[in-house]
């Protein structure tokens, strides 16, 4: 009995000591685990102007960097990038991933290297553009061994080291790859955003004249005129302010730019729902001729009054959302935020615009392409009446239907015209942004919508017999007696829309 005690003592003692060392085993390896994610990598840091020596170091691999190891890439004051000192505990390390390269591509994903050296310096001659690989594929890039970027939808698609790029740490948003804009990119850069800004400004001294046309002429501030100068104010903001980020986004400080990003969102959603206000108006005219023969609303002023609460309030209730996505910190981060200012002065990604401005928009457009083909189908349905009835009667069309029918295509083709003019711009940018192709191509179509002011004017302005109303009022302001063209009282309910020629022209000057 002794002898087995002692047996089974000295073998409990053995297995406490093999269950010790691998506990022991397991602690050290988990510490030494911790410490390897917590303990940066050893970085050399060479200068750019220093690169030559890199020979004394053939074996590691190579990175750019814009800032010394100490700093982080953020924003000043005025917006302006720069290097600033980085707060350690809240910023990651400097530890890009690096891929292996074989006949088939990059291999990914890469791997973190323990040693390797990072050339510190901004290489970029002019302006640079960040690679956003988790918003657009086309960003896609893989940080190769050697130091060069294999970026296969770039052009180039070899982005050498100390030439073309340098990666980064930026604030609230990680590691990021700074590619440089060449010369020549840039120079077409900054033409196409003067360009198109000029387009811009161009249009809205003829959107201001045409309100100021409208305002200054009673007959003209009906239902559809009310509506259409507040279309006309809404898009003489929008340009405005558009134009502004255009030129002078690298002068504006983030809160102005964040401003005046709510300012073109507001304005823009505003813009479309004046447009489907005004082909509404169009549709249920139409309806009231149809079912009443009378085209006049019983009360304009009240109808306006919904229309308004129609056009207002849903632009306001979404920049209510987006500013307290964009502003409150207790937003969760999962939701889609505009982060408006991130980047530019307009919403970070399309992912981002997605439900603050492409969804309603897209809607709104939708609802037009309905109210036009609703209003077409009932042109045609009318236009069938009256001949089945010409054709009962056995007689040739009389001299009112033929007039009606004309006034009828005239008041669909004009609020047509307009509907393309405002939803061609959308349009192309999405044909734009699928084909690729010349940018310069696609600056000839953005600056032919960005002139809308110009095409609103001749349409609403120019045309008789409205440009002989504005001008008897504009001679009545400068003092000067002149005798008031007669419109006839269907032509005054449509004189908004239609090109109408049966008025006076007697005593015009």
């Avoid at 929008?238 to 002078?248: G, R």
């Avoid at 940018?429 to 310069?440: F, K, N, R, T, Y």
Wanted: aromatic share 12%; net charge neutral; with cysteine.
């Amino acid at each position: 009995m002794a002898v087995t005690r002692h047996i089974l003592q000295e073998e409990n003692r053995i297995l406490r000591s093999i269950f010790k060392t691998i506990i022991t085993y397991l602690l050290l390896s988990k510490i030494i685990f911790v410490n390897s994610l917590l303990e940066p990598a050893s970085i050399i840091s060479i200068s750019l102007n220093d690169s030559w020596t890199l020979e004394q170091y053939p074996k590691l691999p190579r990175v750019g960097k814009c800032c010394s190891l100490e700093e982080i890439m953020a924003k000043d004051e005025n917006g302006m990038a720069k290097c600033t000192p980085a707060d350690v505990p809240s910023y990651p390390i400097f530890s890009p991933y690096f891929s292996d390269f074989n006949k088939t591509g990059a291999l990914a994903p890469g791997d973190k290297k323990d040693s390797f050296v990072a050339i510190i310096g901004d290489p970029c001659k002019h302006k640079r553009y960040m690679l956003e690989p988790e918003i657009s594929s086309d960003d896609e890039h893989y940080l190769l061994l050697n130091g060069s970027i294999f970026s296969p939808h770039q052009v180039p698609s070899m982005l050498a080291l100390g030439v073309d790029y340098c990666m980064d740490i930026i604030p609230e948003r990680g590691l990021r790859t700074l590619v440089c804009f060449q010369e020549q990119d840039q120079v077409t850069a900054d033409f196409r955003l003067t360009f198109y800004a000029s387009g811009l400004l161009i249009s809205v001294p003829f959107l201001i004249l045409t309100i100021i046309a409208y305002c200054i002429t009673p007959k003209l501030m009906d239902v559809h005129g009310k509506a259409l100068c507040h279309y006309c104010g809404c898009l003489a903001v929008a340009f405005t302010t558009l134009a502004i980020v255009q030129l002078a986004s690298a002068h504006l400080n983030d809160q102005f730019c964040v401003s005046i990003a709510f300012v073109i969102q507001f304005s823009f959603v505003a813009c479309f729902f004046w447009l489907n206000v005004m082909c509404l108006e169009t549709y249920l005219l139409l309806r009231r001729y149809i079912n009443t023969g009378n085209w006049a609303p019983t009360k304009p002023n009240e109808l306006f009054f919904y229309y308004s609460l129609w056009a207002w309030t849903p632009p306001a209730i979404l920049i209510i959302i987006s500013m307290i996505a964009n502003l409150s910190p207790t937003v969760p981060i999962a939701f889609v935020k505009p982060n408006f200012g991130s980047e530019r002065c307009w919403f970070e990604s399309d992912v981002n615009a997605m439900p603050y401005f492409y969804v309603p928009v897209g809607l709104l457009v939708i609802a037009n392409v309905v109210l036009f083909a609703m209003t077409a189908v009932e042109i045609t349905r009318h236009q069938r009446e009256l001949d089945l009835r010409r054709l009962r009667e056995n007689r040739e069309s009389g001299r009112d239907e033929r007039r009606t029918l004309s006034w009828l295509r005239r008041l669909f083709l004009v609020c047509l015209a307009l509907f393309f003019l405002m939803g061609i711009n959308w349009a192309m940018e999405v044909i734009s942004w699928c084909a690729g192709g010349d940018p310069l191509t696609w600056s000839a179509f953005d600056f032919v919508n960005a002139l809308q002011g110009i095409f609103v004017f001749g349409i609403f302005v120019l045309r008789k017999p409205i440009r002989y109303l504005v001008w008897y009022q504009v001679q009545k302001l400068r003092g000067i007696d002149t005798n008031e063209p007669e419109v006839a009282s269907m032509d005054r309910c449509l004189l908004t829309v239609l090109n109408v020629e049966r008025f006076s022209r007697e005593g015009i000057s």
